[in-house]
């Protein structure tokens, strides 16, 4: 018998499109409606309302009786399948702050905690992580499984927790990861994790192009060469071009361009004018990861403070007025 657990996000805003949440209904109903296979999600970071009196988009999710915990509090459901007792605790992204730990049901015959965010010392290739969020203590309880979201890579933090990754690439950091899920057999030993691929739309970063000493035309023959014999239909592409002088740019070939925006679901010519060292100095490390909208403005100010792009006395208003925006706009959902 089986159970469905989504460690979030499901969506990646609290008020998503409408076409994104019906098209959320009608899949999730094909598990629990059409299948009867229970389904458990406890909400991320992007789907968690900043005030308390928002309600999440996710609450939809009760409506096709997905169990689902979007608040501050832990939840716990007890799911009965085939005669075995499943606990299932919930840690929603709201509720990892203020919650030290998370203890399993003595009653239950097995016991999933399922929670959102950065474990301490993620080990993920070389990417920065930002701030473990997920202290010790609320994933140390015993549970027999601790189904982890927020990371999008597929990665197996312990040998009873794991990241399932995400089902899609959403960003040219996560290029190399094979986007799928995860299915988790319990028995008495240790849990059994496989991954599962799933088709997605291709994701190609070609081979960059350093354009020094190039004029126009030899940069359009460079374009041209890295994108003829890679296979582009329906993917999303990005070319990145170094060093380049100024305005060599106009001469690549409008026509080639369109082309392969026609051809690609996306096509990226990104064009700096720095060596690649600078640039990837500027724009910092890569991420896996996406945090609130408060602290990607915050690093966004603070790289380029220190990069000295901007004045010290600059980077604090406007730093202080793009929160009073954001704390605003978050008001303004409870109202509308
Ligand atoms: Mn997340």
Redesign the pocket.
Same mark, same amino acid.
């Given at each position: 018998m089986d159970l469905v657990i989504h460690s !979030?996000?499901v969506f990646d805003s609290v008020r998503p499109a409408t076409h994104v949440i019906i098209g959320f209904l009608k899949q999730t109903a094909r598990i629990t409606a059409l299948s009867g296979i229970p389904y458990l999600v406890a909400a991320?970071?992007?789907e968690t309302p900043r005030l308390r009196t928002t309600t999440a988009a996710l609450e939809y999710a009760n409506l096709v009786n997905v169990v689902s915990a979007h608040g501050y509090e832990l939840d716990y459901e007890l799911v009965e399948i085939g005669g075995v007792g499943v606990g299932v605790t919930l840690a929603p992204?709201g509720a990892v702050l203020g919650t030290g730990a998370a203890t399993p049901d003595k009653d239950a015959d097995i016991n999933i905690l399922v929670t959102?965010?950065m474990v301490p010392g993620l080990e993920a290739r070389s990417y920065e992580m930002g701030e473990a969020n997920l202290k010790s203590g609320l994933i140390e309880g015993g549970f027999d499984y601790v189904a982890l !979201?927020?990371?999008h890579e597929f990665h197996r933090h312990r040998q009873n927790a794991y990241y399932a990754g995400a089902t899609e690439r959403f960003g040219f950091g996560e290029v190399g990861f094979e986007p799928g899920f995860a299915i988790v057999e319990l028995s008495d030993g240790e849990p059994e994790v496989e991954h599962v691929p799933i088709e997605t739309r291709p994701m190609i970063d070609l081979p960059k192009i350093s354009a020094r000493e190039m004029d126009a035309s030899e940069l359009a023959e460079a374009v041209r060469e890295r994108v003829s014999d890679a296979d582009l239909d329906g993917a999303i592409v990005r070319l990145r071009v170094y060093d380049a002088r100024r305005g060599v740019t106009s001469g690549v070939d409008r026509e080639l361009l369109r082309d392969l925006q026609r051809r690609c679901l996306h096509f990226s010519l990104e064009v700096h004018a720095e060596e690649e060292s600078a640039a990837e100095e500027r724009e910092g490390p890569v991420t896996a990861?996406?945090g609130s909208l408060e602290e990607e403005l915050e690093a966004f100010v603070k790289a380029r403070r220190e990069h000295g792009e901007i004045e010290e006395k600059f980077a604090e208003e406007f730093l202080e007025k793009g929160k009073a925006y954001l704390t605003r706009a978050a008001s303004e959902e409870v109202s509308s």
């Open positions: !979030g996000d991320g970071n992007h992204h959102h965010g !979201g927020h990371y990861v996406f």
